[in-house]
């Protein structure tokens, strides 16, 4: 009943993160047998090309030149360039023709200087800061970034190796049910012994189930991490 509840409880979460009513039905596929071949360095590209929060990093870092660049402009003067053109003509009801249009034209070039650069200099350093934060933030970035994506990797196929041994155990299990299941049928051992083969056997599925269910918790993670969960949805 708990698991149901949990169950039911996490689709009307999706629901909610899909933007859907909490109660639209969906099914939930089954878990494919086939786990993911992957490579550390393959996987650290990736990680470095489509995570999301490293994204962020570097547009923050983007952000911070910008500003920096906009804060050094203030040293520059700034140019203003004018003009202006002029057109005048009077008629008149006389009979003297009166057709002299008058024409002019102006231009004007202003260049500006502000000589006090206390507040200037403030901003500048200000942005220096804040991009060398920038900077920083982004290498201890990729620095959790590596170090996560290894440790994932590393319980991943140790997940792995783990489900393999753990099926190796289901077949002697099996093998020693079996074996005490014919000794009991014949007397040879108590139902005691019977049950604890028969409880060795129940928890190796079970310690299967726990296995496969880990390796697959380590491979979305490593999906999610190195963006290629979105790739799929």
Known sequence: MNAVQSYEEQKRALNVLLG????TELDVLAYSVAYNDYS???????????NPTLKSAEMDLDQSKLELKSARSDYWPTVALTGSYGYN???SDLTVAMDNPNTSFSAGLNISWDLFT?????????????LKNSELALDAEKLSLLENINNLYTAYENSLVVLDKQIQNLELAQLNFDQ?????????????QFREAQLNLTNSKISISQAR?????YDFQIMQISGKLLEQQ
């Not at 206390?118 to 804040?130: F, L, W």
């Open 118 to 130: 206390g507040r200037r200099n403030a901003q500048t350093q200000i942005s220096k800061i804040t």
């Open 213 to 217: 269910n880990s390796a697959y918790m």
């Open 20 to 23: 859907r009513d909490p109660e």
């Open 180 to 192: 005490t299941k014919d000794y009991y049928d014949q007397g040879l051992v108590t139902s005691t």
């Open 40 to 50: 550390i360095s393959e996987l650290a590209k990736e990680v470095f090309a489509n």
């Open 89 to 91: 003509q009077t008629e």
